[in-house]
């Protein structure tokens, strides 16, 4: 039996090891000399970089909060027409990506845009007769991104407050308190480690946001490795710039770690989903439901509407051979990356299970370290250990002239492949770790009883038991490879294209309308997951 733990434990740390590889390689590779281009960008550009990087991540997290932690509220402990379905709709923006967003925006409020048109007509306005907000500015990508991630805040802030103590509401209530001091005194501060974990997932994401915030001509640290790396040929001076963004991602997590470092809570949750605290009548009502739903027509309704609408008028040009290539595409790698990280997520966590130690631990957390690493950073770590495996072998070839075989990880799907692998194998992880951790001990014992070893153990007893949660992560990963978009425009072999990067090029050379088909694509399939997460938080409330 020791053999077998063996075996396991020295394969979970192998994997958590090449996992971790992309990682350590943007460090090793930004000692590198670059031949004074980091210094030249330092001097020049690299200050506006920062600050717009860092404006940008505070900006959207103070007004994700401010979208996320009212409406959240509301639809816990109010009472309102059509909360049941209002409270799994308001995640629903979190499906769409934001670059897709941003684009849209950009035809209604651009000059040319219905917007300003109608405004034009209505006063009789002409051109420099009034001033009108761009939107392709800062602020505009930070009220867009604020759009997109808002769910993060509101589903885990939701979920705070569902689980806080009815007595300690109602003693506010008894003491004369007002929804608005009960708010601030009470649900508030019980809440704010949830809501810290999801302004923590919101500043990731905003820090490595590309497609928006290069649309948008906002340059910050993402658009920066990309320019660096295609546009002045030196990858080495790209890992610099990488490497100051993972310092930074490192910083947010350290920051809200330490920051409820020693803050324990014990509390009941409530009694029913039915019941709840407030029933906000007459105008307070109206408010409400017109804060929650304006909030959904403008995040999701509305380009949900206008890409249908294009999509319906643009059919002939959209579904074309090309597309369902790249659909097939998109599916085939999203796919493998799904299986490939699930059976990681069962390995590791398997191991933690049958021997819980230091290492089996470090193994869960290494390999779980690529969620937090955006996608073109993580293209920078991926590229360069592949290319130096291309080399090898190429190397070896030669040397038992086999001829060269050329570019047969760099220049196939396996880079993309594995960069999937790396980025996502944390959603497995952590999905197939709440599943086994439902699964008694007492089942471990027996099946040992029984003479069973360790193989036999995962096949009879756990993987049954975890068999839905293993399909819920592998349907996660799925849709979060079908999504991303950095890595794919980096890592893709030439003339290959996923609908991420398709509906990206087309709306980058203001065709949107003909991208309007695959981006409602993207968007439902996205679609899936929300409503799985929807569900499971009311099965547990």
Known sequence: MKQRVSRWKWSSVGIAGILALPILAVFYLALGDDGEIFSHLMSTVMPTYIYNTFALVIGVMLLSALMGVPTAWLMAMCRLPGDKYLQWMLVLPLAIPGYIVGYLFTEWFDFAGPIQRLLRDIMGWQAGDYWFPDIRTLGGAIWVL???????????????????????LQSARLLKCSPKQSFLRVSLPLAR??????????????????????????????????DTWLGYSSLTAAAKISSIMLLVIILFISAERFSRRKQKQYQNQFSSQEEKLYHPTGWKKWLALTWCWGLLL????????????????????????????????????????????VAIAVLVNFYHRLQ????????????????????????????????????????????????????IFSGSMFALIFAMVV??????????????????????????????????????????????????????VFIESMKELNA??????????????????????????????????????????????????????
């Open 298 to 341: 403008t995040a999701f309704i509305l380009p949900m509407l206008q890409l249908g609408s294009f999509a319906m008028v643009y059919w002939e040009q959209s579904w074309t051979p090309e597309f369902r290539q790249f659909a097939i595409n998109s599916f085939t790698i999203s796919s493998i990356s799904a299986v490939i990280a």
């Open 193 to 226: 480690p949830a809501i810290a974990v999801g302004l923590s997932l919101v500043a990731m994401e905003a820090v490595g946001d590309f497609g928006l915030v290069n649309y948008f001509a906002v340059n910050t640290l993402t658009t920066a490795v990309y």
């Open 488 to 541: 794919s425009l980096l890592l893709r072999p030439f003339n290959f294209e996923t609908l991420a990067t398709y509906v990206y090029n087309f709306a980058s050379d203001e065709q949107l309308e003909v991208a309007a088909l695959p981006a409602m694509l993207l968007v439902v399939v996205g679609l899936i997951p929300l409503i799985l997460v929807n569900r499971s938080l009311e099965q547990t409330h």
């Open 146 to 168: 604020s759009l997109v991630l808002y769910p993060y805040v509101y589903l885990l802030a939701r979920a705070a407050f569902m689980e806080q103590n009815m007595s300690l």
């Open 356 to 407: 819980p130690s230091v290492s089996s631990k470090l193994s869960l957390r290494i390999s779980s370290l690529g969620y937090a690493v955006p996608g073109t950073v993580l293209a920078i770590g991926v590229i360069a250990p592949i290319m130096a495996l291309d080399h090898w072998v190429n190397d070896v070839a030669k040397f038992f002239e086999w001829g060269r075989p050329g570019l």
């Open 423 to 476: 980025r996502f194998s944390a959603v497995a992880i952590g999905s197939v770790e709440s599943n086994l951790q439902k699964v008694p001990p007492s089942l471990d014992l027996a099946a040992r009883t029984m003479g069973c070893n360790s193989n036999q153990m995962l096949k009879r007893v756990h993987i049954p038991l975890i068999k839905r949660g293993a399909l819920i992560a592998g349907l996660l």
